[in-house]
Nanobody, 120 residues
């Protein structure tokens, strides 16, 4: 069964850090570009970051540039999102998604998400 499973969410104070993980099962993660998306309460889902299949190319939404870092370990079939200097606006459910051959492709598979809450 093809699955993406996110982990690492939780409650963190403003200015704090979290590292999210996205683990794949049932398929080889290195065959796909992987994106992170988030959905805040009452808002539409938005793209946060994406990483190419090799890890050599990354992109970020303007709102997270300089604070978030996406990386991947294809040997572990896992992609990470390191989130630093978190703000209340970063609160939401974070999803990872397999995006085909590159970050310009649509989403083939979605994870179920992990909740990040930034609050004092």
């Amino acid at each position: 069964q093809l699955q993406l499973v996110e982990s690492g969410g939780g409650l963190v104070q403003p200015g704090g850090s979290l590292r999210l993980s996205c683990a794949a099962s049932g398929f080889t993660l290195s065959s796909y570009a992987i994106g992170w998306f988030r959905q805040a309460p009452g808002k539409e889902r938005e793209g946060v970051s994406c990483i190419s299949r090799s890890g050599g190319s990354t992109n970020y939404a303007d709102s997270v540039k300089g604070r978030f870092t996406i990386s991947r370990d294809n040997a572990k079939n896992t992609v990470y999102l390191q989130m630093n200097s978190l703000k209340a606006d970063d609160t939401g459910v974070y999803y990872c998604a397999a995006r085909g051959l590159s970050c310009s492709y649509g989403v083939n598979y979605w994870g179920k998400g992990t909740l990040v809450t930034v609050s004092s």
